[in-house]
């Protein structure tokens, strides 16, 4: 049976951004529901060892989750897990409509959008079952783990030409395996790439299939060059996979404001430009995608909920709101 439910505010997506807005909302006493697909913890979950979150030297993915979760909750945010969300919409009365997969509706004024984004799969075999033990979608994040080893980077574009780069500050020797004769990336990453000695193209090449040893980790790549069908092995301890990443943006109805890669623009207050939807997080157009970003723009984010439920409580629905006045492209 379907229900209907009424909330101050939606957060769609518990991650560390939903769960942070969850403690925030909930904190400020606002009736706030955090829908999550899965479980809560978002990409916390398929990382193993966090190790540049502020306060904690070294916490294991799932725990920092637990913790989060915890937090919220104790401040009030209600979790439904395993609801997926369908479809988000602005109704003409400017509440907004979010629709489960199982028909269930909520009703609020207001909705923070932090569902995250996926990062593009190879889809061969080994990847799912060596990621993060070997195989990660994540410079920044597990770059550190790789001190002096051998790794590869898959990809062309200006992900895996920047990140190829960055990963040899601490990778003795890097890989980049493109499946074409040349990068799409731009001009001046290429130019980096080139002159760093500790990296090594092998072009015109896809990886068929990630091995690993007997502790579990990675430890070879299958090979296959796409000009002459020849395989080969590639001794690596590290794969990084930078072959495009997708915003979750895809349940929200109608046009709301985007980058060219699709993820959600918003002003310094994480509102979007569909008045009352917010976003934070990884879905949101920025330059760096953290758990400190993530947590970051969350507290804006629900803060500045709030601000806006209390306007339009006062009956000011159509002015500015926020003192840094409203969304800007
Ligand atoms: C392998 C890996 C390792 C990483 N390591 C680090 C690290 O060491 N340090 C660091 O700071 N950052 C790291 N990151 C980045 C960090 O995990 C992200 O920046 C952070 O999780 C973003 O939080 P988020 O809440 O915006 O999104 P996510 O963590 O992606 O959470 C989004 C949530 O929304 C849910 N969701 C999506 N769509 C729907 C829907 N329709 N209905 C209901 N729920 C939905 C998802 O299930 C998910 O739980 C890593 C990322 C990866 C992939």
Redesign the pocket.
Same mark, same amino acid.
């Given at each position: 049976m379907t229900a209907t439910h009424n909330y101050d505010v939606v957060i769609? &997506? %518990?991650?560390?951004?939903?769960m942070c807005a969850g403690m925030y909302a909930g904190r400020s006493m606002l009736r706030t529901v955090v829908? $999550?697909?899965?479980f /809560? #913890? #978002? $990409?916390?979950l398929?990382?193993e *060892? *966090? $190790?540049?979150?502020p306060g904690f030297e070294h916490i294991l993915?799932h725990e920092l989750a637990q913790k989060f979760a915890d937090h919220a909750a104790k401040f009030g945010a209600e979790f439904r897990n395993g609801? +997926? +969300? $369908?479809r988000v919409r602005k109704l003409p009365d400017g509440t907004f409509e979010t629709t489960t997969e199982s028909g269930d509706v909520y009703h609020s004024p207001a909705v923070i959008i932090? %569902?995250? #984004?996926t /990062?593009v799969k190879l889809g061969i075999p080994g990847e799912l079952e060596y990621? &993060?033990k070997g195989v990660?979608?994540?410079a *920044?994040?597990?770059g550190a783990f790789f001190r002096r080893q051998t790794i590869a980077v898959i990809g062309g574009g200006d992900a895996a030409t920047e990140e190829a780069d960055f990963l040899t500050r601490y990778a003795d020797k890097v890989y980049l395996i493109h499946r074409r004769e040349e990068l799409r990336s731009s001009k001046i990453l290429q130019q980096r790439l080139f002159a760093n000695p500790k990296i090594e193209v092998i072009w015109n090449t896809v990886v068929e299939k990630v091995e690993g040893d007997a502790q579990g980790l990675v430890n070879l790549l299958k090979l296959r060059s796409v000009t002459t069908n020849e395989a080969s092995d590639l001794a690596v301890t590290g794969m990084f996979v930078f072959i495009g990443f997708r915003p979750?943006t895809g *349940?929200i109805d109608g046009h709301v404001e985007h980058d060219d890669m699709g993820y959600l623009k918003t002003d310094e207050n994480m509102q979007t430009s569909l008045r009352g939807l917010f976003a !934070?997080?990884? +879905?949101r157009s920025q330059l760096t995608?953290? +758990?400190?970003? !993530?947590v970051g723009d969350a507290t804006t984010a629900a803060i500045a909920a709030e601000k806006y439920l209390k306007a339009i409580a006062d009956g000011e629905p159509n002015e500015p709101i926020l003192s840094s006045g409203g969304y800007t492209s």
């Open positions: 769609i &997506g %518990a991650g560390p951004a939903g829908l $999550e697909r899965g /809560p #913890g #978002g $990409e916390l398929n990382t *060892i *966090i $190790e540049d979150y993915g609801v +997926v +969300v $369908e932090t %569902a995250g #984004g /990062p990621a &993060g990660s979608y994540c *920044i994040c597990d979750n *349940i !934070a997080g990884d +879905v995608r953290q +758990v400190t970003t !993530a």
